[in-house]
């Protein structure tokens, strides 16, 4: 009777076990059905996050492109100023050249005298 009891309890406790096994394991397979789906969410999560960075790295890429537009607009600007600048100091150069070859002219000296002269005459009159 001993014997059976004890074969009795060990067999209430294989059947707990066993129990135990097969809680553990319908826990699990829950618990694994539900990975795909949360797999799939997670993973259209992360996927939506990238589109949207791809947007707004376009977005950013868009503003750098009219930056450097702009930029190469702004430097042809001051390459043509630049360019003028230099055509007028060239020019007023010549004209200062053209002006002293004239004022060194005796016809230059001519005007000079009779300018001085008229001037002296008004003064006179006056």
Request: charged share 45%; net charge negative; aromatic share 4%.
């Amino acid at each position: 009777m001993d014997s059976q009891r004890r074969e009795l309890e060990d067999l209430r406790l294989e059947l707990a076990r066993a129990r135990g096994q097969i809680e553990e394991l319908r826990v699990e397979l829950e618990v694994r059905s539900l990975e795909p789906t949360d797999l799939r969410e997670v993973a259209q999560n992360l996927e939506q996050q990238l589109v949207e960075r791809d947007e707004e790295l376009e977005k950013l890429r868009a503003a750098v492109r009219e930056g450097d537009a702009w930029r190469r607009e702004m430097e042809a600007a001051v390459i043509r100023l630049e360019k003028g600048r230099l055509e007028a100091e060239e020019w007023s150069a010549s004209l200062r050249k053209e002006l002293d070859r004239i004022k060194s002219t005796r016809l230059w000296s001519a005007g000079e005298r009779y300018w001085a002269l008229k001037a002296r005459l008004r003064r006179g009159s006056s």
